[in-house]
């Protein structure tokens, strides 16, 4: 007869690292290099004209709701590291692109909110 294990699974972890790992290959969202092209707009439409970086808030909402939809509860402290790297990005490339990118300081007047509407 088998008896089942009494300590939780950590898969639920497991697969969202993983999962999280793999989106990082194929999209190459978190690349270090930011770069500013010849006559590149500002876009400041769709959910630009709320945050100014709205993939970066959906990458807070994807660590922060993945593990709940696995059922792991332990899973959401993965925001405690990421979101001082996050922090760290964000105010990085807007100091970049203030400097580099022709518009991004008045777009930066218009749009208060870095990641959160209403919050930051």
């Known amino acids: 007869m088998r008896?089942?294990?009494?300590?939780?699974?950590d898969a639920p972890e497991r697969a969202l690292?993983?999962?999280?790992?793999a989106e990082r290959r194929r999209f190459g969202y978190?690349?270090?290099?930011?770069?500013?092209?010849?006559?590149q707009p500002v876009v400041s439409t769709g959910p630009y004209a709320y945050v100014?970086?709205?993939m970066y808030s959906g990458a807070l909402l994807l660590v922060a709701a993945m593990p709940?939809?696995?059922g792991s509860w332990l899973g959401v402290f993965l925001i405690v590291p990421f979101l001082p790297i996050l922090v760290w990005r964000i105010l990085d490339?807007?100091?970049f692109l203030e400097r580099n990118l022709s518009?991004?300081?008045?777009?930066?007047?218009?749009?208060q909110y870095r990641l959160v509407p209403g919050v930051w």
Do not use: D, F
């Open 93 to 95: 490339e807007e100091n």
């Open 52 to 54: 100014r970086h709205p």
């Open 3 to 9: 008896y089942a294990s009494k300590r939780p699974s």
């Open 30 to 39: 978190a690349a270090s290099t930011i770069q500013v092209e010849e006559r």
């Open 103 to 111: 518009g991004y300081a008045e777009y930066m007047r218009r749009v």
């Open 68 to 70: 709940l939809a696995l």
């Open 17 to 21: 690292l993983k999962g999280l790992a």
